[in-house]
C-alpha cells in the first residue's frame, strides 16, 4: 500500500533552518505531484507548498515564499522542504500529500497524506 514518512520535524530556535524529508513507497512516485501542508493547534491545515511531476515547477504560500524551498528526487522517491529563517508561526505539524491528478493548494485533492511530523520554533 502506499505509505508516505516524513522526518526532520524538530524544536529550533527563531531565525533557524531545519530540512524535512518525505519518503514515498506503494506508488509511482514520478505520477504524482508532491505537496506539504501543516496544522499548527486549533488552526485547519494549511497549503504550503507543491511540486509537479517532474519538479520542474513549484509554487508556495505567501506566508513562505523566499524562504522554504521543496525539491524532489524521483531516482529516490523521496520529496524535502528546506525551511530557512524560521518564525515561531511556522510552528505545526508537518504533512506530506501526494496527488495523482491534481496540482494545486486544496488539500481535499490530495490522494494519500503521511502521518505528520512537527516542527516547533522556539522565539
Known amino acids: 500500500q502506499v505509505q508516505l514518512v516524513e522526518s526532520g520535524g524538530e524544536l529550533v530556535q527563531a531565525g533557524g533552518s531545519l530540512r524535512l524529508s518525505c519518503a514515498a513507497s506503494?506508488?509511482?512516485?514520478?505520477?504524482?505531484?508532491m505537496g506539504w501542508f501543516r496544522q499548527a493547534p486549533g488552526k485547519e491545515r494549511e497549503f504550503v507548498s507543491y511540486?509537479?511531476?517532474?519538479?520542474?515547477?513549484?509554487y508556495y504560500a505567501d506566508s513562505v515564499k523566499g524562504r522554504f524551498t521543496i525539491s524532489r528526487d524521483n531516482a529516490k522517491n523521496t520529496v524535502s522542504l528546506q525551511m530557512n529563517s524560521l518564525k515561531p508561526e511556522d510552528t505545526a505539524v508537518y504533512y506530506c500529500?501526494?496527488?495523482?491528478?491534481?496540482?494545486?493548494?486544496?488539500?481535499?485533492?490530495?490522494?494519500?497524506w503521511g502521518q505528520g511530523t512537527q516542527v516547533t520554533v522556539s522565539s
Open positions: 506503494g506508488l509511482t512516485f514520478s505520477s504524482y505531484v
Open positions: 500529500a501526494a496527488s495523482k491528478y491534481y496540482r494545486g493548494s486544496d488539500s481535499h485533492q490530495y490522494d494519500y
Open positions: 511540486i509537479s511531476r517532474s519538479g520542474g515547477s513549484t
